[in-house]
């Protein structure tokens, strides 16, 4: 193997892929030799334009997450396409605000919404992707949470700070539970990155708001590159072969900020 090319053969399959971190995490996984499965919810032409910068160098694949039976869809249809799966990165996410102060009604859709995206659909897809890594010989998981889910969150962002919790446990459970499978599980949780969802949360708060903890007194921004890369070399990292002392572990980046 290359040393350029550390994830070559790897077939990947990366959800919410179209996005700012997706997008990143899906080049920097082609660089390093790996073929990208690039999942989308809507914007096909955004993934199509993704796969044309690659040259090709991929698969894409269409699927809700917020319905329940999303994360199987996208799953056999994935599977269907590769022929094998090797590794799989949660990156889909959504984050919305509901006030205590809302309707019960209200209350409860929030966090069904959320918990659907952000730790249901990727649950489903860790299942089916365990029962093919059982059958192949092992596979690799990353989990994108967030610092939200390390140290709680606003109050008003309740549910996405529980979701990316739960997506940190759960990360901890295969890892015990599957690593003599083959099996190598871990987490990302990224501080503020600028991405879509960053930018909305400091159109609307400041940005003061969003780095008053963080000493560095930056959002992540490394001075070559694009923030949302900083993660994508991240991720590409943990996906080598070559790292399997990291399974069950939680990756901080979030610039020094408190987290627990």
């Known amino acids: 193997m ?6 070559a053969g790897q077939t990947v399959l990366v959800t919410g892929a179209s996005g700012g971190i997706g997008g990143a995490i899906v080049e920097r996984l082609s660089a390093e030799g790996a073929r990208p499965v690039i999942h989308y919810g809507r914007d096909r032409q955004r993934a199509e334009a993704l796969l044309g910068k690659l040259g090709g160098n991929g698969l894409i694949v269409q699927a809700d997450l917020s319905s329940p039976d999303g994360a199987f869809a ?22 919305n605000e509901i006030s205590i102060d809302a ?5 409860r859709a929030a ?17 089916e992707a365990l029962v093919h ?9 990353v989990n994108m949470a967030s610092r ?3 140290r709680g969150y606003a ?18 459970s295969i890892a015990r539970s599957f690593g003599r499978d083959g099996v190598v599980a871990v987490s990302v949780a990224p501080g503020w990155v600028r991405t879509d969802m960053a930018e909305d949360f400091v159109a609307r708060h400041g940005k003061d708001a969003a780095v008053a903890d963080i000493p560095i007194g930056e959002m992540a921004e490394p001075a070559e590159m694009a923030e949302p890369a900083e993660i994508a070399e991240l991720v590409a990292f943990l996906l080598r072969p070559s790292q399997a002392s990291v399974n069950g572990a939680t990756f901080d980046v979030n610039g020094g900020s408190y987290i627990r």
């Open 148 to 150: 939200a889910g390390q």
């Open 2 to 7: 290359s040393n350029l090319q550390p994830l």
């Open 74 to 95: 996208l799953w056999c249809d994935a599977l269907s396409a590769a022929g094998r799966i090797h590794a799989v990165v949660n990156n889909a996410g959504v984050r």
């Open 103 to 107: 309707d019960p009604a209200d209350w």
């Open 155 to 172: 109050a008003d962002a309740m549910p996405y700070g529980a979701t990316k919790a739960a997506l940190v446990n759960l990360t901890k």
């Open 133 to 141: 890594f059982k059958q192949h010989g092992g596979g690799r998981i």
């Open 111 to 127: 966090w069904q919404k959320e918990f659907q995206v952000n730790f249901f659909a990727a649950a489903d897809l860790c299942k």
